[in-house]
């Protein structure tokens, strides 16, 4: 997942919003706190009180970890399909331990045009790995336990060797 840097914060605490927030809210929020926190305003307003600026030695304005978190969080949090996949490690994290539905084979899977490996979730959606994946996977499958979620629901499988 793209979200590695910001593993210690909870996204939506990022934005200020709740768990629950609609992409447009999450859109609403970055937006007020981006104009709180842009480098820019930021050199502003040091200007405006004649502190110090935060250029490098270049000149060139340094971005605050504050508004490159917050950047970070709204690319992620805007994205229907990326704010899926953040919901979901948040509750798996919530979660004491997954709940694992159907062990599947990798031979089982199917492969679409773009390369990923696919198995048909009873849901409609798709249990998917992408190419890098599958090739890491089938190397290091008796070594570790890989767990894949579907993309529309709740439900769990774990990939066997087989």
Do not use: V
Request: net charge negative.
């Amino acid at each position: 997942m793209s979200n590695s840097n910001n593993d210690d914060k909870n996204l939506y605490a990022i934005l200020g919003c709740t768990e629950d927030a609609t992409i447009d809210d999450i859109r609403r929020n970055y937006k007020k706190l981006a104009l709180k926190c842009h480098p820019d305003k930021q050199q502003q307003q040091q200007q405006q009180q004649n502190l110090p600026n935060d250029d490098d030695d270049d000149g060139q304005m340094m971005i605050k970890p504050e508004f490159s978190q917050l950047n970070q969080a709204a690319t992620i949090l805007s994205d229907s399909r990326e704010k899926f996949k953040y919901d979901s490690s948040l509750l798996a994290q919530k979660s004491p331990q997954s709940i694992i539905n159907d062990e599947i084979n990798l031979n089982d899977f199917y492969k679409d045009d773009n390369g990923h490996r696919i198995y048909d979730c009873r849901c409609g959606g798709h249990f998917r790995i992408d190419h890098n994946d599958s090739n890491r996977s089938s190397s290091s499958l008796s070594q570790s336990m890989i767990i894949i979620d579907c993309d529309s629901c709740s439900l769990s499988i774990r990939l066997i060797d087989g």
